[in-house]
Protein backbone atom coordinates (compact mmCIF):
# COMPACT_ATOMS: atom_id res chain seq x y z
CA UNK A 1 0.00 0.00 0.00
CA UNK A 2 2.91 2.20 0.77
CA UNK A 3 4.53 1.86 -2.46
CA UNK A 4 1.16 2.48 -4.39
CA UNK A 5 0.05 5.59 -2.77
CA UNK A 6 3.95 6.67 -3.34
CA UNK A 7 3.48 5.96 -7.06
CA UNK A 8 -0.06 7.54 -6.90
CA UNK A 9 2.07 10.79 -5.44
CA UNK A 10 4.64 11.12 -8.19
CA UNK A 11 1.81 10.57 -10.78
CA UNK A 12 -0.18 13.83 -9.32
CA UNK A 13 3.24 15.68 -9.42
CA UNK A 14 3.57 15.53 -12.93
CA UNK A 15 0.50 15.92 -13.96
CA UNK A 16 0.39 18.97 -11.65
CA UNK A 17 3.73 20.08 -13.85
CA UNK A 18 2.51 19.04 -16.79
CA UNK A 19 -0.64 21.20 -16.27
CA UNK A 20 1.07 24.40 -15.30
CA UNK A 21 3.63 24.49 -17.83
CA UNK A 22 0.99 24.19 -20.62
CA UNK A 23 -0.71 26.97 -18.78
CA UNK A 24 1.76 29.15 -18.67
CA UNK A 25 2.63 28.45 -22.27
CA UNK A 26 -1.10 29.40 -23.48
CA UNK A 27 -1.00 32.08 -21.02
CA UNK A 28 2.51 33.49 -22.60
CA UNK A 29 3.53 33.73 -19.29
CA UNK A 30 7.82 34.23 -19.11
CA UNK A 31 9.89 32.34 -15.85
CA UNK A 32 13.16 33.14 -14.99
CA UNK A 33 16.17 31.23 -17.33
CA UNK A 34 17.99 29.49 -13.83
CA UNK A 35 16.00 27.64 -11.24
CA UNK A 36 14.80 30.14 -8.14
CA UNK A 37 14.23 29.61 -4.78
CA UNK A 38 10.59 30.33 -5.60
CA UNK A 39 8.22 29.58 -8.07
CA UNK A 40 7.24 32.62 -10.00
CA UNK A 41 3.29 32.18 -10.10
CA UNK A 42 1.55 33.58 -13.08
CA UNK A 43 -1.22 35.71 -13.35
CA UNK A 44 -4.27 34.50 -14.65
CA UNK A 45 -5.64 35.97 -17.82
CA UNK A 46 -8.55 35.32 -20.14
CA UNK A 47 -6.87 37.35 -23.38
CA UNK A 48 -7.58 35.50 -26.53
CA UNK A 49 -4.22 36.31 -27.78
CA UNK A 50 -2.51 34.67 -25.00
CA UNK A 51 0.22 32.81 -26.80
CA UNK A 52 -0.63 33.26 -30.48
CA UNK A 53 2.64 33.60 -31.77
CA UNK A 54 4.26 30.54 -30.06
CA UNK A 55 4.85 27.67 -33.16
CA UNK A 56 4.60 23.49 -31.57
CA UNK A 57 8.24 23.19 -32.24
CA UNK A 58 8.82 26.48 -29.89
CA UNK A 59 6.66 25.26 -27.21
CA UNK A 60 8.45 21.79 -27.46
CA UNK A 61 11.64 23.83 -26.41
CA UNK A 62 9.92 25.99 -23.84
CA UNK A 63 8.19 22.99 -22.19
CA UNK A 64 11.77 21.56 -21.54
CA UNK A 65 13.02 25.02 -20.36
CA UNK A 66 9.93 25.70 -18.20
CA UNK A 67 10.57 21.70 -17.39
CA UNK A 68 13.97 22.11 -15.82
CA UNK A 69 13.03 25.28 -13.89
CA UNK A 70 9.91 24.55 -12.34
CA UNK A 71 10.06 21.27 -11.41
CA UNK A 72 12.52 20.91 -9.32
CA UNK A 73 10.41 23.52 -6.48
CA UNK A 74 7.03 21.78 -7.65
CA UNK A 75 7.92 18.35 -8.08
CA UNK A 76 10.96 17.75 -5.84
CA UNK A 77 10.31 14.05 -5.43
CA UNK A 78 10.88 13.79 -9.57
CA UNK A 79 14.16 15.37 -9.22
CA UNK A 80 15.37 12.39 -6.47
CA UNK A 81 18.20 10.15 -6.81
CA UNK A 82 16.18 6.88 -8.34
CA UNK A 83 13.42 8.75 -10.49
CA UNK A 84 15.56 9.55 -13.01
CA UNK A 85 14.25 7.50 -16.16
CA UNK A 86 10.81 8.75 -15.10
CA UNK A 87 12.16 12.11 -14.65
CA UNK A 88 13.14 11.79 -18.35
CA UNK A 89 9.73 10.14 -19.52
CA UNK A 90 7.56 12.73 -17.77
CA UNK A 91 10.04 15.82 -19.54
CA UNK A 92 9.22 14.33 -22.55
CA UNK A 93 5.94 13.46 -22.60
CA UNK A 94 5.13 17.04 -21.46
CA UNK A 95 7.91 18.79 -24.12
CA UNK A 96 5.26 16.13 -26.85
CA UNK A 97 2.21 17.51 -25.22
CA UNK A 98 3.00 21.27 -25.36
CA UNK A 99 4.22 20.50 -29.43
CA UNK A 100 0.72 18.81 -30.05
CA UNK A 101 -1.02 20.61 -28.80
CA UNK A 102 0.00 23.75 -30.23
CA UNK A 103 -0.14 22.06 -33.50
CA UNK A 104 -3.60 21.34 -32.84
CA UNK A 105 -4.66 24.51 -31.98
CA UNK A 106 -2.84 26.43 -35.31
CA UNK A 107 -4.67 23.59 -37.58
CA UNK A 108 -7.50 24.32 -36.19
CA UNK A 109 -7.63 28.51 -36.44
CA UNK A 110 -8.72 28.58 -32.80
CA UNK A 111 -7.89 31.00 -30.24
CA UNK A 112 -7.54 31.18 -26.55
CA UNK A 113 -10.47 32.77 -24.56
CA UNK A 114 -9.57 31.36 -20.84
CA UNK A 115 -7.48 29.36 -19.18
CA UNK A 116 -8.14 28.00 -15.68
CA UNK A 117 -11.20 31.11 -15.50
CA UNK A 118 -13.86 30.54 -13.08
CA UNK A 119 -16.85 30.70 -13.96
CA UNK A 120 -20.57 30.32 -11.97
CA UNK A 121 -24.39 30.09 -12.86
CA UNK A 122 -27.20 29.30 -10.95
CA UNK A 123 -28.11 25.67 -11.48
CA UNK A 124 -28.75 21.98 -9.93
CA UNK A 125 -30.04 23.88 -6.75
CA UNK A 126 -26.64 25.73 -5.57
CA UNK A 127 -24.45 28.07 -6.96
CA UNK A 128 -22.21 26.20 -9.39
CA UNK A 129 -18.80 26.83 -9.88
CA UNK A 130 -16.28 25.24 -12.07
CA UNK A 131 -13.06 26.29 -13.35
CA UNK A 132 -12.26 25.12 -16.75
CA UNK A 133 -8.83 24.30 -17.81
CA UNK A 134 -8.60 25.75 -21.44
CA UNK A 135 -11.73 27.30 -23.32
CA UNK A 136 -11.15 27.98 -26.64
CA UNK A 137 -13.16 30.26 -29.03
CA UNK A 138 -13.78 30.49 -33.16
CA UNK A 139 -15.38 27.99 -32.55
CA UNK A 140 -15.98 28.17 -28.77
CA UNK A 141 -14.86 24.38 -27.32
CA UNK A 142 -13.68 23.31 -23.95
CA UNK A 143 -10.53 20.95 -23.11
CA UNK A 144 -10.05 19.68 -19.11
CA UNK A 145 -6.60 18.28 -19.06
CA UNK A 146 -5.89 15.02 -17.13
CA UNK A 147 -2.35 13.59 -16.78
CA UNK A 148 -3.37 9.61 -17.06
CA UNK A 149 -6.78 7.63 -17.21
CA UNK A 150 -7.25 7.10 -20.70
CA UNK A 151 -8.99 3.89 -20.21
CA UNK A 152 -11.64 5.38 -17.77
CA UNK A 153 -12.15 8.52 -18.83
CA UNK A 154 -13.02 6.72 -22.31
CA UNK A 155 -15.83 4.73 -20.63
CA UNK A 156 -17.43 8.13 -19.07
CA UNK A 157 -17.57 10.15 -22.57
CA UNK A 158 -18.66 6.99 -24.42
CA UNK A 159 -21.51 6.35 -21.62
CA UNK A 160 -22.45 9.48 -21.11
CA UNK A 161 -21.39 9.87 -17.83
CA UNK A 162 -18.33 12.93 -18.09
CA UNK A 163 -20.77 14.94 -15.40
CA UNK A 164 -17.63 16.96 -15.16
CA UNK A 165 -17.22 18.21 -18.69
CA UNK A 166 -21.15 18.42 -19.37
CA UNK A 167 -20.84 20.99 -16.13
CA UNK A 168 -18.04 23.08 -17.85
CA UNK A 169 -20.25 22.92 -20.80
CA UNK A 170 -23.18 24.26 -19.35
CA UNK A 171 -21.08 27.15 -17.23
CA UNK A 172 -19.77 27.96 -20.45
CA UNK A 173 -22.29 28.13 -22.87
CA UNK A 174 -23.08 31.34 -24.56
CA UNK A 175 -24.94 34.16 -23.53
CA UNK A 176 -28.82 33.39 -24.41
CA UNK A 177 -28.51 29.93 -25.36
CA UNK A 178 -31.65 28.23 -24.43
CA UNK A 179 -30.40 25.21 -23.80
CA UNK A 180 -33.17 23.23 -25.85
CA UNK A 181 -30.93 21.38 -27.89
CA UNK A 182 -27.35 19.84 -27.85
CA UNK A 183 -26.14 22.68 -30.04
CA UNK A 184 -26.35 24.85 -27.73
CA UNK A 185 -24.07 23.33 -25.31
CA UNK A 186 -20.05 23.71 -26.12
CA UNK A 187 -18.55 20.97 -26.90
CA UNK A 188 -15.70 19.45 -23.96
CA UNK A 189 -13.17 17.12 -23.87
CA UNK A 190 -10.80 15.41 -21.95
CA UNK A 191 -7.30 15.93 -23.04
CA UNK A 192 -4.99 12.97 -21.81
CA UNK A 193 -1.65 14.03 -21.47
CA UNK A 194 0.39 10.93 -20.96
CA UNK A 195 -0.84 9.56 -24.18
CA UNK A 196 -1.58 12.73 -26.24
CA UNK A 197 -5.36 11.65 -26.64
CA UNK A 198 -8.55 13.52 -26.86
CA UNK A 199 -11.64 12.15 -25.62
CA UNK A 200 -14.86 13.75 -27.00
CA UNK A 201 -18.53 12.75 -28.61
CA UNK A 202 -18.09 15.59 -31.29
CA UNK A 203 -15.75 16.09 -34.11
CA UNK A 204 -16.33 19.62 -34.19
CA UNK A 205 -13.71 20.25 -30.97
CA UNK A 206 -10.46 20.49 -32.98
CA UNK A 207 -8.74 19.78 -35.88
CA UNK A 208 -8.57 16.19 -37.52
CA UNK A 209 -10.06 14.96 -33.96
CA UNK A 210 -13.25 12.13 -34.65
CA UNK A 211 -15.43 11.82 -31.70
CA UNK A 212 -16.45 8.60 -30.00
CA UNK A 213 -19.84 7.14 -30.24
CA UNK A 214 -21.67 8.43 -27.27
CA UNK A 215 -24.30 10.60 -26.42
CA UNK A 216 -24.07 14.08 -26.26
CA UNK A 217 -23.48 16.58 -23.52
CA UNK A 218 -26.96 18.21 -23.26
CA UNK A 219 -27.92 14.43 -22.61
CA UNK A 220 -25.37 13.88 -19.62
CA UNK A 221 -26.61 17.79 -18.32
CA UNK A 222 -29.95 16.34 -18.48
CA UNK A 223 -29.47 13.28 -16.24
CA UNK A 224 -27.83 15.50 -14.21
CA UNK A 225 -30.67 18.04 -13.85
CA UNK A 226 -33.34 15.72 -13.46
Known amino acids: P??????DDLARLQGKLC???IARLLRGVAVPMAVSTEVPRATPTSTPSAGKDLSADRAKAEAGRLFDVLGPKMAAPLFQPGNETLRTNCRRTTERAAHDLLDLLRRSGQSVKSMEQQYSAAAL???LIGVPDLVLDKPMAILDFKWSGYG????EVA???AYQLACYSYLTRPVGATLATATDFPPAAYYILSNNRLLTVTDEILAEISGL???PLSDTWDGLAH
Open 2 to 7: GQTAAL
Open 19 to 21: HEI
Open 125 to 127: GTN
Open 152 to 155: YRKK
Open 159 to 161: GGA
Open 213 to 215: EGP
